[in-house]
């Protein structure tokens, strides 16, 4: 039942296992300070400089909480740090690393940076063409993502309810204005974040609601008095059962799970490409670490009662998001499309509910975060004037053209499609296995057939780069600066080392061990 | 020279000379060229060395054995070995490519793409393809099952014909769908190894004699045997071959037909017998009678042709019927028999193929029609088509009568009615192959054949050694036999069929020993 408290005692909050988490926060409010006092021509690369060392910072900070002090609660039990969470919150800091460098591109778009030089203005107003012109940029983004960085950080590690409920608005809400704030065809841009502020707010609320619900039915929030008191009451509850749906339903709309898909294409889309790859990878391994954490710990005893519905989750976005990739004739939302159909694969492993499947997640969401951000990257080299040539039709012929670039494209298409050799078939291979040992045959057989459907459309983009002739007045290739190239090259080597020696990967996500409970 | 990693140097030589052939810069396409053709002499030199250092009568069931742990969290290891039907196979991809090489020599011209381009896919096909035959590490083999599509895609998709960009696509989406759903046998096989051994493995020769239940063993069998029949192909899984061939250039449907689709048969004695013995003699009846409807239908198919390529395409798989009969007789001679039938066919498909080519080459048309008396210009060239013909019909004192007559005869003695019936396709094999010579050589001489050149040296260098091969094999094929046998009495020892005792009356006992229990 509720506890009231009797006395207070000062909360013992093991700084030591916060301090990567604390760093990224620091350095997100450390860059309000920057843009409030630093001169503006130095705004943009005094916060680049802090927000690339607080995640090399950070990541150091990490690697240190190993031997005892990982797998222990911080914060009073709110926060987990175990194997998983340290697994989980190191691909975030790296993909992060790997996004950010796309942000801090400016070379590819004649007047500056990915994003609206003054996110205030009216799109096509004088005041806009007069930002545009003193070169002014929206250096604001970066303390808005280091925001959001933080609140992935937490998420995987929430061990309760309500921290988890908080993390995932602090991650989501600096995305939703980072969304409105593309330097291109800025009214899309504008329209795709505030569908996405109105659905997450919406997917937010379930998720509260069902939070709510569960601390009904078990008199706690914590993960671990969930569990207890799955393992104390026999047949179905009313409280457990919304509660666990609503929940999920919050966690499934982040993730991008159908039916709560119809967001991602619209704000992949509109968003600048380069929060576009940051949002496709690094949110979908916070969502998803979050819900292995809450399905696993906290409801893991439910699970013969929850699979089912993943499993008809699972099976439906796989072939969604296979079948209408087909339809599609713009880029971004082909490849929107593709990471929904992503989301069903990597549902396979958490559905198995087993160390294999935690572990092939695990490996599945990095692999797919190198190769997401390396093609997005691609995406926003191939430009025309009205800035990045997205319809399929200016790609034709890429691969006469600059057969380098085409080429790296080609590399992380395949990977997508599951191709041997790259990461995309080891990831593949991991959560089929773990969804076979753990009884979910014919979602691996739907599975199968959704990666035989997918590769059609993966595949007429190949053939279209190197077997079309080139448009006349096709888009050009622009040579990015060293940012752009050194995020392909590590997108390029991650997605080649995976596929080709995937054994120390896949060692430390098979060895981080269980969810501390 | 036991320790020689031989089977690693054959299939990496010829890699590394396709990463050296595709560098060569523009303007040098000549020395491009002779460096391809000089790396695959070598690696026929190499195969040569080794088969020359091959037990036929060695007691362990591979040869030069090549052992390394690669990814070890699921039991995937890097092993190598041949046994004798291997052997054999990879003798005949050795001795194809330079023959592809010098036949190719000027097909790269008439496209938009480098010549470079097309060597090294050949060379990068040579390696891969080495691979899928030495590999005894089931996931190595499906790693190279996959990876042998991109060169040929390329090279169809590139070089070929007016229909090349449809007849890639169709080539991949049907061999992807096949391999993937080879990919769900393989990791259910993974996790039945699991329950059955403690740990997993990819193993070949600790995967054999596994008892797997009989239900699981027919569902990994069909999984098994699906994948390799769209492979071979098997009418009703064909349809893709004869578009392949009438887009592809002469190499490569010789590489395609003479070599890969061996993969497929290659497969089912390999893998499907030995891996799932009761399966497959519970699905024998089946795949008989498929093999069957192959033979005849695709003979019967290939009389209405009107185009040389899908003419001999179907060809092939009225053979690939004999081939996969011969495998499912489960008899000693019908087994042999198939894989002497591979080989032989590998060779009348490639002259065929290649002396088609020649002729397509000066004509421009691949259109039957379009030829008419070209034996009065050409006598050369329309006898040694002759002479292709007259193989692929299996003339007797020619390979293919040694394996088409052998498997035949096999088969009689577990299946009579099947052989009987598949009869018919060596007559219908008569007639289309005569009445496509009749049309195309004999006759008047059309006005469109008056320019033909007779046959040129690097033609005849090219289709010569082929010539000899198959004569040679056609009066002493006993050193392939020699090879072979001991491979297959140990697939057929795990089959566990006894052999059918010849039916022949017995004097004065009265007794038939074949109706002895």
Known sequence: ?517 | MTDFPWLTTLGVVPLVGALAVAFVPAGRERLAKQLALFVSLLVLALTVAMAAQFEPDSTSAFQFVEQHTWIKQFGISYSLGVDGIALVLIALLAALVPVVIVASWNDAESSTHRPQTMFALFLALEGVVVFVFAATDLFLFYVAFEVMLVPVYFLIGMFGGAQRSYAAVKFLLYSLLGGLVLLVGVVALYVTSVHQLGTGTFDFTQLVGLPIATSTQRWLFVAFFFAFAVKAPMVPFHTWLPDAAAAGTPGTNTLLVGVLDKVGTFGMIRLCLPLFPDAARWAAPVVVTLAVVSVVYAALVAIGQGDMNRLVAYTSVSHFGVIVLGVFAFTRLGDSGSVFYMVAHGLSAAALFLTAGYLIRRRGSAQIAAFGGVARVAPVLAGVFLLAGLASLSLPGLASFVGELTTLVGSYQRWPVAAVISVIGIVLAAVYVLHMYKRVAQGPETDDVLGFSDLGLREAWAIGPIIVVTVVLGFFPQPVFKWVNPAVDRTLAVVGLSEPAPTVPVSGAGSNPGEQP
């Open chain 1, 1 to 517: 039942m509720i506890r009231l408290v009797t006395a207070f005692e000062t909360p013992h909050f093991s700084l030591a296992l916060l301090a990567p988490q604390l760093v990224v926060f620091g350095a997100a409010l450390a860059g309000i300070l920057v843009e409030a006092f630093v001169p503006r021509r130095w705004r943009r690369s005094t916060q680049i400089v802090l927000a690339f060392a607080a995640l090399i910072a950070a990541f150091a900070l990490l690697i240190t909480v190993t031997g005892d002090a990982a797998n222990s609660l911080a914060a009073k039990g709110s926060v987990a740090i175990d194997g998983p969470a340290l697994f989980l919150m190191g691909t975030v800091l790296v993909l992060s690393f790997v996004a950010f460098l796309l942000f801090a591109e400016r070379r590819v778009d004649v007047s500056g940076d990915a994003f609206a030089p003054q996110g205030a203005t009216i799109p096509g107003s004088e005041e806009e063409q007069e930002a545009t012109r003193q070169g002014v940029t929206t250096s604001e983004v970066w303390p808005l993502a280091m925001f959001s960085v933080g609140g992935m950080l937490l998420f995987v590690s929430a061990n309760d309810l309500l921290t988890m409920f908080v993390a995932l608005e602090v991650l989501s809400l600096p995305l939703y204005l980072m969304t409105g704030l593309a330097r291109r065809r800025r009214l899309l841009s504008q329209e795709a974040a505030l569908k996405y502020f109105l659905l997450g707010a919406f997917s937010s609320a379930f998720f509260l609601f069902g939070a709510a619900l569960l601390f009904g039915y078990s008199g706690g929030i914590s993960f671990n008095e969930i569990a207890a008191s799955l393992a104390a009451t026999a047949g179905l509850d009313p409280l457990l059962l919304i509660g666990t749906g609503f929940v999920a339903v919050g966690l499934f709309f982040k993730v991008g799970a159908v039916p709560f898909q119809a967001w991602i294409p619209d704000v992949y889309q509109g968003a600048p490409t380069p929060l576009t790859g940051f949002m496709a990878s690094c949110t979908k391994v916070a969502a998803f670490g979050a819900m292995l954490r809450l399905f696993y710990v906290a409801l893991g005893g439910y699970r013969w009662d929850w699979r089912p519905i993943f499993w008809v989750v699972a099976i439906l976005t796989m072939l969604v998001g296979s079948i209408l990739a087909i339809t599609q004739t713009d880029m971004k939302r082909m490849l929107a499309y593709s990471s929904i159909a992503q989301v069903g694969f990597i549902l396979i492993g958490v559905l198995s509910t087993s160390e294999a499947g935690l572990s092939s997640t695990m490996f599945y969401l990095v692999a797919y975060g190198f190769a997401t951000i390396g093609a997005f990257a691609v995406v926003s080299l191939v430009r025309n004037s009205g800035g990045e040539a997205t319809h399929l039709s200016n790609w034709a012929g890429l691969g006469k053209r600059s057969p380098v670039l085409a080429g790296v494209f080609t590399l992380f298409l395949l990977a997508f499609a599951g191709i041997p050799l790259t990461s995309g078939f080891t990831s593949k291979f991991a959560v089929f296995e773990a969804g076979i040992a753990g009884g979910a045959l014919p979602v691996v057989i739907v599975g199968v057939l959704a990666s035989a459907i997918a590769a059609f459309f993966y595949v007429r983009v190949i053939v279209l780069m190197f077997f079309s002739d080139p448009a006349v007045d096709g888009p050009t290739v622009v040579v990015p600066s060293a940012f752009t190239t050194v995020a392909l090259s590590l997108a390029v080597a991650a997605t080649v080392l995976l596929g080709i020696l995937p054994g120390p990967v896949l060692d430390l996500a098979t060895n981080v061990g269980p969810f501390i409970r």
